[in-house]
């Protein structure tokens, strides 16, 4: 035995000595060595796009809309958002998967050297117009979040901005990048930009119809910086359904995240809510069997009393349409432009049309969108109580609101703020709401006890982490 030992022990050490290094071993030979700005931008859209279409299952606008109602568990309709941890999940879904992508997109664009200086002037505004969306979705959420030191791995506890100081750095941002944005230069690619393949005027007018949602958020706490956004913004805007910023779906796994929730996981317990289905039934509404299905019980469409537990055979579900893996999601478009221009109008600015040319064609591009054909526009259109001279509403903002709520079924996001700032459509209260009306979401549950001290403080300073505390813009 011992003799073998021997033997075998200068083969080893001849073996060890013909290895001079054999660190390599360690390197990911799959793993790419310097991860491209692209797919960190195409990932950072994605994530975006994902939670903004996510009704229900992460977004909690749906339910505060009055969109769906829930048939069984009633937290979410009765405001009860800390339950399925709703606010956390939006905050981490725009920071981590959005925002935190596009910055690391940004960074390594910034450092390159391989592009035309066009191209790569065009790629950083993309980048960055996004993440300013992104901005604008958590800002009008929450109010004061962190802005100037987030998204640095090295700074664990970030403060708190002022939520007035974002938004107009945002806006500052949004005007940078449209300056920087050359049609003579190319974008991104087809397979890299989910929004626009590359179209860099389609970005130009995007910016702009983003721009100009966000002057018109302002009406009511600062008209005249309204009116400037506004009226420079909207000549640019979206003028056609060219212009449309549309996130296209496929098959699973490239789905619309509702297949996800209505159809894959089986569940029956997003329904139609009464609010809407009795406004959709009032006027035969063209959009109505795009929006529900019929309730599999009586073969009618029934709405639900939010907060109130039902049966799902008895009323009616999201339609075969609305829950398809294939539907596409509406970031922005022409029907939404054209409601904003109504408003603006309304408000004496000076984008030219007049509110009812502005408020026929919201209603026009929202039918069509959905379907509709040129004899149900007609017919819609000549309703009294559509028709804009005598439709419901006592007010041409009241007006234009009503229709706008209907026609942003599949963006709850956006009717959010709308309904905050309009004050219209009034909402039933659910039954059993633990809550006023919303006005913004909680902190995540984590930020008080990861960055408590700065989470205290901007608590305070908002007036309070309940969902009722209004944000600066919403002063009515």
Partial sequence: MKKSIFYILPAVLLLGACTKDISSYNNQTKKAAVV???????EGTLSLTNQLANNGGGNISLHIVEYMAQAVIEDNAQYNFQTAGMPGTQWNSLYEGCLNNLKRSDSILSQSVGLLPATL???RACVDITAVYAWYILVTSFGNIPYTEALNPDNLFPKYDDQHAIYTDLLARLDKDLANLNTSGVGFALSEDLWFGGNIPNWISFANS?????????????PTTAQTVVEAASPLAITSTAQNCIMKYGSTPSNNPMYANFVTAKRNDYVASQPLMNQLLSNADPRRSSYYGKAPATGTYVGAVMGVQTTFSTVSGPSTKDSASTLPYVVLDYSEMEFLRAEAVARGFNVGGTVESHYDQGITQSIKYWGGADSSVSRYLADPSVAYTTAVGSTP???????????LYNHPDHEWIDIRRLDYPVLPAPVGAVSGFPTRLFYPQTEQTVNGTNYTQAAAAIGGDVVTTKLFWDIH
């Fill in 121 to 123: 002037a065009n790629q």
């Fill in 36 to 42: 491209p700005a692209a797919p960190l931008f195409t």
């Fill in 397 to 407: 903002l009241q007006k234009i609101a009503l229709q706008k709520w209907i026609s």
């Fill in 210 to 222: 983003l721009k100009m949602m966000m002057g018109m958020t302002l009406a009511d706490v600062d």
